[in-house]
């Protein structure tokens, strides 16, 4: 009996790590005794600084969401800013907060080491999404790795509230999968909206194509036999080739003796294949907004409803309630 939740931010298209990272878990965990699933707007707000931008983006995410296989039968799907009870249950942890543990986020961190201005929200960003996680009592958050660090944090937040003011929280787990933890993007970093080396599910095959066959690779001749655990191309390619294909291209590159563009090639194919049917699911969603604008409005009723009765919870453990 879990209760799961996870957020993607509608700050650009959805690439193959949100995808074989995350969206692959919300669809398999669909099914749990209850799933939300939110477009995470709020912290987006901290990136995308356009209006128009931000809204195309956060409709266009439901619709990805639901071309990829989510369920709004089984899976309560909607916009974090449309359930305004997680924002004030942010500024209770936020009090409860020590600046060192946001200080050593990572997201925060990185940013500053670039000498960027991070501003406010950047850094508070963690107590937000501890505060997303903890308002629908989740035990279980399916992320990428990038994402488990905040997950501790939600964990420590929430453990210190409990021991001031009693059982309020549940405690929630990351969970990760072993073989998409960090799915690397076209320059062997991992793949990132902010990075600009994504694949985007949603490509049209040939532009898909081209951003493939211009991936660099080392310049060792596939002559030489090589170890496909360490090729970006063949990583890649695990995740969008049927088994029997990956197995025979993992013994080719263990043999040695034959060219990536080859490989380029194949992959390309494989991702086509892969995604072709929920791009043309996408189209179908993309003629009906109105339809994911209900879905989204019905997803946001349930999830003020659980949303409500924890802030409720939290209100009354420490006395903001009941004076
Ligand atoms: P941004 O650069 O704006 O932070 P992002 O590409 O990191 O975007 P998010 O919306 O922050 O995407 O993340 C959505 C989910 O996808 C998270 O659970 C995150 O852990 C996961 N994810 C993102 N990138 C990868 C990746 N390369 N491999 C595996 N999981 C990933
Ligand atoms: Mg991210």
Redesign the pocket.
Known sequence: HMRVL????P??RP?W??Y???IVQYIALQDAEQAYYFI?NLH?LT?VRDKQLLSQYSLDAAMDLLALGLDPQKAVLFVQSDVPEVSELCWILLTGTPMGLLERCHAYKDKKAKGLAADAGLFAYPVLQAADILAYDSDTV??????VQHIEVCRDIAGSFNHQYGEVFVLPKAKVLDS??????TDGE??????NN?LAVFEAANIQKKQIMRIATDSRPMDDPKDPQSDVLYLLYSLVAPESDREEMADLYRRGGFGYGDVKKKLAEAAEAFFAEARSRREDWQSRPDDVRDILASGAAKARQKAGEVLSRSQEASGLKGY
């Open positions: 996870s957020g993607i931010q700050t650009g690439h790590g949100n074989f990272g995350a995470a987006a990136t399916p992320v990428g790795e990038d994402q998409s933890a960090r799915v690397p993007g991992k793949m990132s909206k902010s990075y994504t």
